[in-house]
């Protein structure tokens, strides 16, 4: 098997993996919900999420049927081989899983409407590519869906106010989000220069990060915890049928500003957060994690 086909599988097995199941950190935090919920209601919910988990991965079949749109995070190395194929290669992936797991197609065209059925199209997958000194190529596959995107906010705060109004402006942002991204969610949160800047550092924050980890900066893990505990206060729970548990996680990544500007983004990830990892070597060893 050549490198091209190496790439090719780790990627199948990477966008089904992370098709049909959560992430195991998300599912071991469900779990550690629903034992925590004093709601019944929400135990319901959240007891019917775990059965529908169990009953998708046992089928080998989407856990939701939004699955995503397709995305990459994409770490190549500057000594992989065939660096210039790989995002065609993984586009090529996406198209053969979404015939054969069955995926659900969702691109289309915002002017025409027209939906080219492989979950391709201008400009998806996203990929976004992290160029390193080394010679293996990772990247992890994220599929998020339409629900938990609906409600993501993005802005630019005066810096003299920003900190004072952003607890207050992310709370708004869960009571606003209601039941849309389908809780117990995870909040990323995202503070860079730019608004693009802000909303990536959201995504990686609400996507990448394993439920329970924390930022590295003590004081930005202070804020996630507090953040996490004002948002479970707010009594939303699963589904939004009321319940101790809104959020599984905050996340918070920062990048430095321009001393004029505070750049703030939002971005939810549904209870549903899935993403698998696949590193490939140029031996054409690979291994894919969740």
């Not at 893990?221 to 049928?241: C, Q, Y």
């Not at 321009?258 to 939002?266: G, K, Q, S, V, Y």
């Amino acid at each position: 098997m050549d490198l091209e086909e190496v790439v090719l599988k780790a990627a199948k097995e990477a966008i089904v993996k992370a098709s049909i199941s959560p992430a195991l950190d998300v599912v071991g935090s469900l779990r550690r919900a629903y034992d925590a919920e004093s709601s019944e209601a929400a135990r319901v919910q959240i007891g019917a999420i775990l059965k529908n988990i169990e009953l998708a991965t046992s089928a080998t079949s989407a856990v939701c049927q939004d699955t995503g749109v397709p995305t990459f995070f994409v770490k190549l190395g500057d000594g992989f081989p065939i660096r210039s194929k790989v995002l065609s290669i993984l586009t090529d992936a996406v198209r053969q899983v979404t015939k054969e797991l069955p995926l659900r197609p969702n691109t289309a065209d915002p002017f025409t409407e027209r939906n080219p059925g492989d979950n391709t199209g201008l400009g998806v997958p996203v990929f976004d590519v992290e160029l390193f000194d080394g010679d293996y190529l990772q990247f992890t596959y994220v599929p998020k869906g339409g629900g938990s995107e609906l409600p993501g906010k993005a802005m630019v705060l005066p810096p003299g106010v920003a900190f004072k109004e952003l607890p207050k402006i992310v709370l708004e942002s869960v009571i606003d989000a209601g039941p849309m991204p389908c809780p117990p969610v995870i909040v990323g949160i995202g503070i860079g220069p730019t608004l693009d800047a802000a909303a990536k550092l959201a995504k990686k924050a609400a996507t990448l990060r394993p439920v329970g980890s924390r930022n590295q900066n003590p004081e930005v893990a202070k804020m996630e915890e507090a953040l996490l505990r004002a948002i479970n206060k707010l009594g939303l729970g699963a589904h939004g049928v009321g319940g101790d548990v809104t959020a599984l996680d905050v996340h918070i990544e920062y990048a430095y500003r321009h001393p004029a500007t505070f750049a703030l983004a939002i971005v939810f990830s549904c209870w549903a957060t899935r993403r698998a990892t696949a590193t490939v070597w140029p031996d054409g060893r690979y291994e894919v994690k969740t």
